[in-house]
């Protein structure tokens, strides 16, 4: 059963930059693609990153040129660099696999505002 436990939530203002991390159990990140979720105020949870188990990315149009999605799968630790960040990015960030289990962590509050 995966668990995950993200950190590197906060508040930051408008331009600001936060880096999340995702722990997980040992070998996760070298057996399922992973994802970065966010849940924003009034709305469902949504997928806003992935890394392939080969190390692949792929992000959703929103966060592109501005979030990086990495892991390091020895220690299986996944990142998520966040840059150049928006009053709309804020939300509570999960990770997960992909596509998601049902094994969701309690996530990482990440508020933008000024």
């Known amino acids: 059963q995966e668990r995950f436990v993200e950190s590197g939530g906060g508040l930051v203002q408008p331009g600001g930059s936060l880096r999340l991390a995702c722990a997980a159990n040992?070998?996760?990140?070298?057996?399922?693609?992973m994802g970065w979720y966010r849940q924003t105020p009034g709305n469902e949870r949504e997928l806003v990153a992935t890394?392939?188990?080969?190390?692949?990315?792929n992000y959703v149009d929103s966060v592109k040129g501005r979030f990086t999605i990495s892991k390091d799968s020895t220690q299986s630790t996944a990142y998520l660099q966040m840059n150049s960040l928006k009053s709309e990015d804020t939300g509570v960030y999960y990770c997960?696999?992909?596509?998601?289990?049902?094994?969701w962590g309690r996530g990482t509050q990440v508020t933008v505002s000024a």
């Open positions: 890394v392939t188990s080969e190390g692949s990315p």
């Open positions: 040992r070998g996760t990140f070298t057996i399922y693609d």
């Open positions: 997960n696999i992909f596509p998601n289990s049902m094994n």
